[in-house]
């Protein structure tokens, strides 16, 4: 199993204008799909998502693909503190990455592709396929596929992948044939920037720059 980086952790408020669209979210959850997911990648790491900024609005946005939902933007804020209307933070550990290839004067094309895939719901049928990769690799079948057809479905990492591929920016799939949270984190030029503080308590909070940010109680 991975470790996790020896990087800072920040507030929210300390990271909000040093964050920039193409940034990699990281999340290592608790849930029970998130367990399963750590333990068939033998990582920290249960998702992946990626920040868009938008400044005209004063909004930093977390794009991703959730299997409850499908593909969907969110405030980053609400995974600080108000994680899927809990009034609490995301229940796990979050971390800023950054690759090194990802240019900012690429990023109008990569917001279409990601705002293109929108709605597009999550692949649950390749949760399937995944766990019968697993299983062969395993069982030492090493001639795997290594990318799918193109899909109109996504798991979270490969609506990340197809977004960032969009701009030549590549995460190559794994051994076992599928793309995963842990090869974003394990790719060498993703570098780590820091983990987000985020509530763990319900708190008071107010608007800061047009979003909600944690007023006390902060913490991992």
């Known amino acids: 199993m991975d470790e996790f980086p020896q990087v800072p952790s920040k507030h929210y408020r300390e990271l ?3 964050v920039f669209s193409g940034d990699i979210l990281l999340c290592s959850g608790s849930s029970v799909f998130s367990t399963l997911i750590q333990k068939a990648t033998g990582s920290i790491w ?4 990626f920040i868009l900024r938008v400044d005209p609005i004063d909004r930093i946005m977390v794009l991703e693909s959730v299997e409850s939902i499908g593909v969907r933007a969110v405030p980053l804020s609400h995974y600080v503190s108000d994680y899927n209307g809990s009034r609490k933070g995301y229940p796990g550990r979050l971390m800023i990455a950054r690759h090194d290839d990802v240019k900012q004067e690429n990023i109008t094309k990569f917001s279409v592709s990601a705002v293109d895939f929108l709605g597009f719901p999550y692949g649950k049928d390749e949760i399937i396929r995944i766990a019968a990769r697993i299983g062969m690799h395993s069982m030492g079948f090493k001639d795997i596929e290594k990318e799918p057809v193109p899909q109109h479905e996504f798991i979270c990492s490969e609506y990340a992948h197809a977004c960032y591929k969009s701009i030549g920016v590549t995460i190559d799939y794994n051994e ?3 793309i995963a949270p842990a090869d974003f984190a394990r790719h060498p030029k993703v570098k ?7 509530e763990t308590e319900q708190a008071t909070c107010a608007p800061l720059h047009g979003e909600m940010h944690i007023i006390k109680n902060a913490g991992l």
Do not use: M
Not at 46 to 49: G, I, L, R
């Open 16 to 18: 909000r204008d040093k």
């Open 192 to 198: 780590p920037l820091c983990y987000i503080h985020t």
């Open 46 to 49: 249960s998702h992946v998502a």
């Open 176 to 178: 076992t044939g599928f």
